[in-house]
């Protein structure tokens, strides 16, 4: 079993950039692959970001790419949601994820483990 733990959101204006920290504890955290979701008010949870379990592989949605990327630190057991020119569609509960695999997946529902979320807000 794996627990997760997200920080790193608050409140930003549109242009700025915040850093998003996955913690996790329990199993071998090098045995998961990792993502990221988010959830707006009254959305679907959407695909932002995945590592695979090794960290040599990744990939971020459409809407992200250029602006969003993800890595991640073994040694401290972190993954992190690096953050740039944010704009306000960006809004969001944002998850951290872990999944029984070598690579990740972009559907909620391959995911094994969530954490608790972590609010993100950006203002104009």
């Known amino acids: 079993q794996v627990q997760l733990v997200e920080s790193g959101g608050g409140l930003v204006q549109a242009g700025g950039s915040l850093r998003l920290s996955c913690a996790a504890s329990?199993?071998?955290?090098?045995?998961?692959?990792m993502g990221w979701f988010r959830q707006g008010p009254g959305k679907e949870r959407e695909f932002v970001a995945t590592?695979?379990?090794?960290?040599?592989?990744?990939y971020v949605a459409d809407s992200v790419k250029g602006r969003f990327t993800i890595s991640r630190g073994n040694a401290k057991n972190t993954v992190y949601l690096q953050m740039n020119s944010l704009k306000p569609e960006d809004t969001a509960v944002y998850y951290c994820s872990a999944r029984l695999s070598r690579s990740g997946a972009t559907s909620p529902e391959r995911q094994d483990y969530w954490g608790q979320g972590t609010q993100v807000t950006v203002s104009s």
């Open positions: 590592i695979s379990r090794s960290g040599d592989g990744s």
């Open positions: 329990g199993r071998t955290f090098s045995s998961y692959a």
